[in-house]
């Protein structure tokens, strides 16, 4: 029964581990000093939800992941595409958003799924709530440079 619990939690870690290196990543890319404030404190926020879902995983009998994807190394050096094509923090808010869309639809998968325990569910729900922070964030972001 806790595999498949484990399994879920370590999709959502290394996913989350993505974010961490996604935003530390876009810090270092942003024209904007707010900009790359804001991205290291998402990054920092991130790790700690990191932290918590590989604290749970090991109290299940779990060894979670330390590192991120290919898929996120690959969405960073579009990133990187687009911004030397002359995009900008506009073009890196708009990667960020697609990372934090995608990043949330995994967690509602996971929130979703009967067969996580409740104490698991809850500590997903904590870790969800630095997604929906970073979703509220880039959506005032893409306003602000859409402006």
């Not at 190394?73 to 990133?79: F, N, P």
């Not at 990667?95 to 698991?120: M, P, S, W």
């Amino acid at each position: 029964m806790h595999n498949h619990t484990i399994s879920k939690l370590d999709d959502l870690i290394t996913t989350l581990i993505d974010s961490v290196k996604g935003y530390t990543h876009s810090a270092e890319k942003a024209k904007s000093a707010p900009f790359e404030t804001l991205f290291r404190d998402l990054a920092t926020e991130r790790q700690a939800a990191v932290a918590m879902l590989q604290e749970r995983s090991r109290q299940l009998g779990g060894k979670p992941n330390e590192f991120g994807s290919a898929a996120g190394t690959v969405h960073r050096w579009i990133e990187d595409i687009h911004v030397a094509l002359g995009g900008g923090d506009k073009a890196i808010i708009q990667a960020i958003d697609r990372g934090e869309d995608y990043l949330n639809e995994e967690f509602e998968r996971v929130l979703k799924d009967d067969a996580i325990d409740a104490e698991t569910q809850s500590i997903v729900r904590r870790a969800h709530e630095s997604v929906r922070h970073g979703l509220t964030l880039v959506d005032q972001l893409k306003q602000q440079v859409a402006a």
